[in-house]
Structures are given as structure tokens and as C-alpha cells.
């Protein structure tokens, strides 16, 4: 929490939060970035950039990247930013996962970034929490 970029971010944050609190999926998974980020298990960089995917998305898409990602059956997160895990074929949700910005068409199949395994793991507060590294 001493990081001044982070102190500078979070009235916005919070005040985002209190205008959007009629959409409460989204306050629900900006509170857990919020919360990560503050037990240092996630970048402030990475707490900006998600939180802004999240205030931008629509909740259909959100709510996609979570069925999208518990259909995989787990994966363990890396800090490598060009990790990715996904499927093969077609997926009928994959218009809502591309419009957030963390899913791309590899050859025949489906991917999520690294930076959408973040927010599945962290922000849907995911079982797959414990495979985080520190």
C-alpha cells in the first residue's frame, strides 16, 4: 500500500465502485483485485489494467471468461505475460471473451492470456487461488 501510484488509483477505484454499485458482479470482482493487490499477490500495473477491463466489460462477458476458464478444469498460473491456456475448437461465447481483451484465436483454437487468467483466478476468487505464485 505505499506504493504512491497505488494511493493515487484508489479514491478513482472507489469511486467507481460506488457508481457502479448497481452492478454488483463487477464491484464484487474489483474488491478481490482490490484485496489481492493489497497482500501484494498482484502488480499495481496489472491491478490498473484489470480493473479497467472489469469497469469496461459488460457482465455477460465477465460471467463468459468464468464458465470459459471452469470448463478447463483448472490451469496454474505463470508470471510469464505470454502465458496462455485455452481449447480447441469453436466456442460459442468467444465473441463476449474477445471483447475484453484477454482471449485471441490461436490456429484452431481458443486462448486466455495470462493477464485473463488473473482476472478469472483473482477476481472470480477462484479454486485455483492456491496456484498463484508468490
Same mark, same amino acid.
Given at each position: 500500500?505505499?506504493?504512491?501510484?497505488?494511493?493515487?488509483?484508489?479514491?478513482?477505484? @472507489? =469511486?467507481?465502485l460506488l457508481l457502479? +454499485?448497481?452492478?454488483?458482479?463487477?464491484?464484487? @470482482?474489483?474488491?478481490?483485485?482490490? !484485496?489481492?493487490?493489497? !497482500?501484494?499477490?498482484?502488480?499495481?500495473?496489472?491491478?490498473?489494467?484489470?480493473?479497467?477491463?472489469?469497469?469496461? !466489460?459488460?457482465?455477460?462477458?465477465? =460471467?463468459?471468461?468464468?464458465?470459459?476458464?471452469?470448463?478447463?478444469?483448472?490451469f496454474c498460473l +505463470?508470471?510469464?505475460?505470454?502465458? +496462455?491456456?485455452? =481449447?480447441?475448437?469453436? *466456442?460459442?461465447?468467444?465473441?463476449?471473451?474477445?471483447?475484453?481483451?484477454?482471449?485471441?484465436?490461436?490456429?484452431?483454437?481458443?486462448? @486466455?492470456?495470462?493477464?485473463?487468467?488473473?482476472? *478469472?483466478?483473482?477476481?472470480?476468487?477462484?479454486?485455483? *487461488?492456491?496456484?498463484?505464485?508468490?
Amino acid at each position: 500500500m505505499g506504493d504512491p501510484r497505488f494511493r493515487e488509483d484508489v479514491p478513482d477505484t @472507489i =469511486m467507481q465502485l460506488l457508481l457502479d +454499485s448497481n452492478k454488483p458482479v463487477k464491484a464484487e @470482482i474489483t474488491g478481490r483485485l482490490f !484485496a489481492t493487490v493489497a !497482500a501484494r499477490k498482484l502488480t499495481v500495473e496489472d491491478f490498473d489494467t484489470l480493473c479497467l477491463i472489469v469497469l469496461s !466489460a459488460s457482465i455477460p462477458a465477465l =460471467m463468459t471468461l468464468k464458465e470459459f476458464c471452469d470448463g478447463l478444469g483448472g490451469f496454474c498460473l +505463470s508470471s510469464d505475460s505470454l502465458s +496462455s491456456v485455452g =481449447m480447441t475448437g469453436k *466456442y460459442p461465447g468467444e465473441p463476449l471473451l474477445l471483447s475484453l481483451g484477454v482471449a485471441f484465436r490461436d490456429r484452431d483454437g481458443l486462448k @486466455i492470456s495470462a493477464l485473463g487468467q488473473k482476472l *478469472y483466478v483473482l477476481g472470480h476468487d477462484s479454486d485455483f *487461488y492456491e496456484k498463484f505464485p508468490d
